[in-house]
């Protein structure tokens, strides 16, 4: 029987990404020899027999057991003899617990999974055994978002009591991965992580968010943790062509940006200002990512790239309201802390996600001074990094220099002139190191 992702997502119309197939009525010992004629087979899981051939995973039904805390205490079992009831009912919500034949096309539904889809609800399937695994309750949210469900009541009245602090680093980026990246709307399950109680518990820097004015003339919608969402979701419609370390740094620098707000703001003279809210959420974005286990991702630094994106995050509307003009080297030194093509996004998205449904269009923030910002670093070539050296060390060399201290000053000089355009090429690179030589 098909079971899982799979089937409820065919009942959704989309199309299955991988496939979960479980086996009633075969040992495992016969199912490995089954499946064996099909191709090599991954065993990776002895004692509920979960066999892997290629993206297909096929298992014999199991029950869990909870017989320790957090979120591993359980003792796992397989039973091909299980009824297919008691097989769904370990499931998390209804619309996961639905099985289909493959052969026959026969559905079954034993918690009607079919219809909570209809009424576009995530529900559990037993009250009894939904929190014995607290991940269910990022689950719940990451959900919400990825279909744009609601959740049932009695559903959420037990996930906020459920104690979520168990989890591993690597279980909550899980969940909270497929939040930022896979819904159009992230922010619809990261308001499920502030309901259901998620925030409280694992992110202290996102409610510290709660509660904070904005400036009122620059956001007209609320707090600062409702401008975030709505910045996280305008962020979300600017990543698609990016690879997905970069996608990520985007989203997370995008919720973090503000992080340094609760303790900027303060009222002057009548009015709500967060001076030097940039770099003073330098420490809780660290702080925040070290919950989530973020370093590097595919060997790319992700977590210093979130960083600088939250640092430098008002750059480009500072640039391009500048009283003078910003020279290109203001550009490319810029571009050696931090990926002018990524910034340009986090700021964007700030810019447009101060846009609520009720302000008129013609009052609407756009996103003038990040357009410029992101037509004048392509202009340079500096969307990704700071343009190489001109002159290295081998240069030196050449010119008869023994390696010495000098080197790097005589190379950071010329790379300066470089940034600032006074040298485009070797030939005035190698006239300029002559002339510190001598």
């Known amino acids: 029987m098909l079971n899982g992702g799979c089937v409820r997502d065919e009942l959704m119309g989309v199309e299955p990404k991988d496939w979960d197939v479980?086996?009633?009525?075969?040992?495992?010992?016969?199912?490995?020899?089954?499946?064996?004629?099909?191709?090599?087979?991954?065993?990776?899981?002895?004692?509920?027999?979960?066999?892997?051939?290629?993206?297909?995973?096929?298992?014999?039904p199991r029950r869990e057991r909870k017989v320790g805390p957090g979120h591993r205490g359980f003792a796992i079992e397989g039973d091909p003899r299980m009824s297919f009831e008691e097989a769904c009912s370990r499931r998390d919500f209804t619309v996961n617990a639905i099985l289909k034949d493959p052969l026959t096309g026969e559905v079954v539904d034993p918690f009607d999974g079919q219809g909570d889809i209809g009424r576009k609800l995530l529900r559990m399937v037993s009250r009894q055994t939904f929190a014995e695994d607290s991940l269910r309750v990022l689950r719940g949210a990451q959900f919400a978002a990825r279909f744009e469900f609601d959740i049932e009541a009695e559903t959420v009245e037990l996930c906020k009591t459920i104690d979520v602090t168990d989890l591993p680093k690597e279980r909550i980026w899980g969940e909270f991965e497929k939040l930022l990246l896979k819904p159009a709307r992230p922010s619809i399950g990261l308001k499920?992580?502030?309901?259901?109680?998620?925030?409280?518990?694992?992110?202290?820097?996102?409610?510290?968010?709660?509660?904070?004015?904005?400036?009122?003339?620059?956001?007209?919608?609320?707090?600062?943790?409702?401008?975030?969402?709505?910045?996280?979701?305008?962020?979300?419609?600017?990543?698609?062509?990016?690879?997905?370390?970069?996608?990520?740094?985007?989203?997370?620098?995008?919720?973090?940006?503000?992080?340094?707000?609760?303790?900027?703001?303060?009222?002057?003279?009548?009015?709500?200002?967060?001076?030097?809210?940039?770099?003073?959420?330098?420490?809780?974005?660290?702080?925040?990512?070290?919950?989530?286990?973020?370093?590097?991702?595919?060997?790319?630094?992700?977590?210093?790239?979130?960083?600088?994106?939250?640092?430098?995050?008002?750059?480009?509307?500072?640039?391009?309201?500048?009283?003078?003009?910003?020279?290109?080297?203001?550009?490319?030194?810029?571009?050696?802390?931090?990926?002018?093509?990524?910034?340009?996004?986090?700021?964007?998205?700030?810019?447009?996600?101060?846009?609520?449904?009720?302000?008129?269009?013609?009052?609407?923030?756009?996103?003038?001074?990040?357009?410029?910002?992101?037509?004048?670093?392509?202009?340079?070539?500096?969307?990704?990094?700071?343009?190489?050296?001109i002159l290295m060390g081998r240069h030196l060399i050449e010119l008869g220099l023994t390696p010495s201290p000098q080197f790097k000053h005589i190379l950071d000089a010329v790379y300066e002139m470089q940034l600032d355009g006074k040298i485009v090429d070797l030939e005035a690179a190698l006239i300029e190191a002559s002339l510190m030589i001598e």
């Open 192 to 389: 499920w992580l502030y309901d259901l109680g998620v925030v409280s518990q694992l992110f202290p820097e996102m409610q510290s968010l709660v509660g904070v004015p904005q400036e009122p003339e620059w956001h007209p919608e609320g707090d600062v943790d409702v401008h975030t969402l709505m910045v996280v979701d305008e962020a979300r419609k600017l990543i698609d062509e990016l690879d997905y370390p970069r996608q990520v740094a985007v989203m997370l620098g995008a919720l973090a940006h503000d992080f340094g707000k609760p303790p900027t703001t303060e009222f002057v003279d009548g009015r709500t200002r967060s001076r030097g809210h940039d770099e003073a959420g330098v420490e809780p974005t660290l702080s925040f990512l070290d919950r989530l286990g973020i370093f590097t991702l595919d060997g790319y630094d992700v977590r210093g790239q979130v960083v600088q994106l939250v640092r430098y995050h008002l750059k480009p509307g500072e640039y391009y309201k500048a009283k003078s003009a910003v020279g290109d080297g203001a550009f490319r030194r810029l571009a050696r802390k931090v990926e002018p093509g990524l910034l340009y996004r986090v700021a964007k998205a700030d810019s447009l996600g101060r846009n609520p449904d009720w302000l008129p269009k013609e009052k609407w923030f756009g996103s003038e001074a990040q357009e410029w910002f992101f037509e004048k670093v392509g202009e340079l070539q500096v969307e990704k990094s700071a343009p190489e050296p």
């Open 22 to 60: 479980e086996v009633y009525g075969v040992e495992p010992a016969k199912l490995l020899e089954i499946v064996g004629r099909f191709g090599e087979v991954r065993n990776v899981g002895e004692a509920f027999a979960v066999y892997k051939i290629g993206d297909l995973d096929v298992s014999i």
